[in-house]
């Protein structure tokens, strides 16, 4: 099964999501429409950017 097919069996149920690892911008933009709840943010997206963490907050937030 795709993820995306995997994805709308879980959110069907009574089961929070949450993705952990190499989840960047382009995955938030992605699977937060399809239901997943939260996200887990490290190195791909928020650490060791040389930018403040509230900017790149303010930024994801808006995606989804």
Request: charged letters at 25%; one cysteine or more.
């Amino acid at each position: 099964a795709t993820a995306s097919t995997a994805l709308t069996a879980i959110t069907e149920s009574f089961v929070k999501v949450y993705w952990d690892g190499a989840c960047g911008k382009d995955k938030i933009e992605e699977f937060a429409p399809k239901g997943v709840d939260g996200f887990v943010l490290g190195t791909t997206v928020l650490f060791g950017k040389n930018r403040p963490y509230g900017d790149i907050l303010r930024e994801i937030r808006e995606i989804g």
